[in-house]
């Protein structure tokens, strides 16, 4: 198992500055965002020289690219929206494929307009399960002419709120491109230590095998997002289960500061 960090924990446009920042803070991996690299996060397009760019960067920090953010709004209430989102996912699914980069992660979205992270009452109406579904469809297409998987993450504020929504929707898609990004604090809102532990244990057992990556983000009792190891949620506890489970690929942290980041980074590594 590797310990990962968001690439966006640190300040910088450069690819090369911030790579370095992920490696001196002690992790050997990261999810990549492409304002990283002085681009939008969901850019209309990236030059050859900027992959290149980001090629180098790695390969002189010694850091891996785990994965690449291609986050839209796939239940967002306007379809040219969303057709603009899925058209900006294609050319990050693209770059993920030029750089190597086994996986894009997606957020399955809101019928918030404002926010793709923020809850709308109208998440749970099938109408949005089905907007959701039909650009999943559109995106699995463009992740299979690339050769890259797509992880979903569970989230409270989304359309798939829990390890069975991401299974329901994988076995709709029937595409084993479809992968699931497993966060604890990310499966429920309020919760105790007895409580959120047992949550996580049953979803690392629902998603067993089809976990591409696990991240590390705790939560207070009182729903409050935090670094990893200060809240409710027992990361000996989750750590161990993923491994029985059979996952050894990237456990990322991020919602942490770069001053932050070191120390998480020794905690993550006494557990794994």
Known sequence: ?????????????EPAGVLAAVRDAGFAVTQFNLACAGLPSMPDAVQKDAVDAIAAASNACGVALAALSGTY????????VRDDGLRRLGVVIKTAADLSVPLVTLCTGTRNADDQWAYHPDNSEPSAWDDMAGEMEKALQLAERHGVDLGIEPEQ???VTSASDAMRLIAEMGSTRLRV????????????????????????????????????????????????????????????????SGFDGP???????????PSVARFLKGLV
């Open 1 to 13: 198992m590797q310990i990962g960090v968001f690439a966006k924990t640190f300040p910088g446009s």
């Open 73 to 80: 709004n796939m239940a967002h209430p306007v379809r040219a």
């Open 157 to 159: 504020a989304n359309i």
């Open 181 to 244: 990004v497993l966060d604890p604090a990310n499966l429920f809102e309020r919760a105790s230590p007895a409580e959120a532990r047992a949550i996580v244990a049953a979803a690392v057992e629902r998603t067993a095998g089809h976990v591409a990556m696990a991240h590390a983000k705790d939560r207070f009792a009182d729903g409050r997002f935090t670094t990893a190891g200060r809240g409710v949620v027992d990361f000996a506890d989750f750590v161990a289960r993923l491994k029985a």
């Open 251 to 261: 456990l990322v942290t991020h919602g942490l500061s770069a001053e932050e980041a």
